[in-house]
């Protein structure tokens, strides 16, 4: 489980940096939605759409 929380963390500081309008890698942060929601399903359905968001192109 630890590594996991080593993803979730991971995750949220994409996440922030997103919110925050700073660069940010959009293919790790999709890379790790698909993982988690993989691996722990009881977030899964919000990783997804995670990994949606993350998926599409910004301009």
Partial sequence: MDYRLHDIYQLAEILEAEACGRPFDRAQ???LAHS???DQP???NS????????G???S
């Fill in 29 to 31: 942060g999709q890379r």
């Fill in 36 to 38: 988690l929601a993989k």
């Fill in 42 to 44: 009881e977030i899964g």
């Fill in 47 to 54: 990783m997804r759409q995670i990994a949606e968001r993350m």
């Fill in 56 to 58: 599409e192109r910004r």
